[in-house]
């Protein structure tokens, strides 16, 4: 099989590239590079405008952090992770190969099914809890909207309560609920008796001012209340609307790469119009800038709280946000027009959408204390706050479009490699797609969101501690390890070629992995302090820095899966 070098880029020769185009694995043709920065950059904007991003700062201010270090932190930890990502984006765009793929140099053709795997079930888990965020999204701006919708949205259809049967949990929630809409009922009437005094001028208002106080209070209180019946429930309107979303992301997802490319370029600016406007309502609200982000002193951070004991968790959970994207980025620069539009399109896309899109968390969340008397982290909440249709229909759409640009993008594209390449020729990209849908079906996102800071927040931490190591590993590889230089006949041949190794896996990639992981397994397990507590908080860069040195030594001496550079001149030729 001919292999040719074109503007720096490798590609099949045309009798393989036409047979590799039946097959999701094959290397992108030079044609189908039409990523330029802009497309690179949108689809990020479009991955980074994501509900999780919008809690980022305002979970840290809620730690105690003030609304500048908080955002600092996003940003530090967002431009950190962009340095390995942006290393191994190169090979994508270089060879044009998925993820999948640039394992087999590590791993060998068989092993490389281990590390695409472990990357795949992340995703998988983040598509059903993101199409389950979304689903919830969809079902609030459906309420606020359509009658019928609100009352089969008290119309329950499954209950997970570990502490009480489905009958007494679905009675608790009913009742709630029916107290919540009675005391919401009873303040709307009394601030309309109030709005009508103020009219008139009624000098016995101010008197009476206690009593909007306590209504207030009640049914702010009865909110609380019927939220947490409904924790463990799920009503008839919202699994509907999660599987009107979850279905949308497969068909979206099936349609493939160019429909996501085409929803990232249209949907980023919208995005980012919806940032602005939420800022300028919390600055309007606050009666300017200064005022609101003085607001941020009104929460309550945690007792004893030092900046520095928070900062390097906190730091170690934002690097771990995007790891994943760190390890699979080749699946999307491998349609890049060139190294230079992948880099500065990261560069541009990633780290100043995640600051911006933290800001606005933060803006909305302290607008939420001026505009209502208590920080609401929850975009929905926040929206459902307004109790306007119209809104609520603009609110959903954005949110809607948020969740959805990241979801297809991020947890979609990873999985359907894998799933494909451990049968290339039986299971297509589509099919991978369809996959993914039913595994993050299986995973059960209800049940995993029901405790959010027990999972979203510590499982960020303990996956980063597993695909740390791979990054680091991939490094070491690419760059120390063979020089940039691939074969990439051999990438796809399973008989004979360069990465067989040891019945198609490079024991040494095992090995290495497992040592660097290995740490902070046990620091996790014994729940260690001291030294250990330092490990787990820096789990993501402790890991890849292991692996980067155990994988370079290991590997140090073992030329037969290497490509000298006389071979690679070889196997390749310069463009004209």
Known sequence: MAVSWNSRRMRLSPSKAAHSSTMISGPSLLANRTWNVW?????????????????LASGLIDQGMNWWQAILTVFLGNGIVLIPMALIAFAGTKYGIPYPIFCRASFGLNGAHLPSLLRAGVACGWFGIQCWIGGQFLNVALVQCFPPWERLDRQWVYSFDPSKNADTAMADATKASEASIEAGLKLANLRAEFDRLRDAKDPGLQAREPELHEATAAARSAQSKAAEAKRY???GALALSFFIFWLINVWIGYKGTESIKWMETWGSPILIGVGAVLIAWAVYVAGGLSSLLNASTMTKGKEGFSFMNIFLPALNGMIAFWSTLALNIPDFTRYARSQKDQVLGQLIGLPTTMGFYAFVGVC????????FGEPIWDPSVLMARFNSPVLSIIGGFAIFLATITTNIAANVVAPANAFSNLAPRAISFRMGVIATGVVGLCIQPWKLLADPSGYIFGWLGVYGSFLGPLAGLYLADYYIIRGQRFNLKDLYNPIDGKYQFYHGVNLVAIIAYVLSVLPFLICWYFKLGGVGQLIQDNS???GLVLSLCFYSFLMHGKKDSLVSSEEFNRLTETAS
Do not use: E, H, K, R
């Open 39 to 55: 497309n690179i950059a949108s689809l990020w904007v479009g991955m980074a405008v994501c509900i999780p991003t919008y809690q």
């Open 364 to 371: 909305g969340t302290l607008g939420a204390i001026v505009a």
């Open 540 to 542: 993501w860069t402790v």
């Open 233 to 235: 429930l799920i009503s």
